[in-house]
């Protein structure tokens, strides 16, 4: 998976993002569908996540939830 620059524009409905001020750009990878973006957990605490503790990628939908900067 390539590694890009994601600009989250909503929580993608996880909640936990009370502190978060949106859009926020983040790092992430694009799953080879090319329809989601994976972002680790460590960068949504980053920007103010809470409780994203699972180390599996968190999902988020290309155009609705997110969208690819670079």
């Known amino acids: 998976m390539q590694t890009v620059q ?3 524009l ?3 409905d996880y909640g936990n993002a009370e ?3 949106f ?3 983040v790092k992430g990878r ?3 569908s090319g329809t989601m973006c994976d ?3 460590d960068e949504l605490h980053r920007v103010g ?3 994203m503790e699972d180390d599996t990628p968190w999902p988020f939908i290309i155009g609705k939830e997110c969208e690819v900067v670079s």
């Open 23 to 25: 859009p926020v750009v």
């Open 30 to 32: 694009i799953r080879p």
């Open 10 to 12: 909503n929580d993608g």
């Open 19 to 21: 502190d978060v001020k």
């Open 49 to 51: 996540f809470i409780n």
């Open 6 to 8: 994601v600009k989250l």
């Open 39 to 41: 972002v680790h957990h």
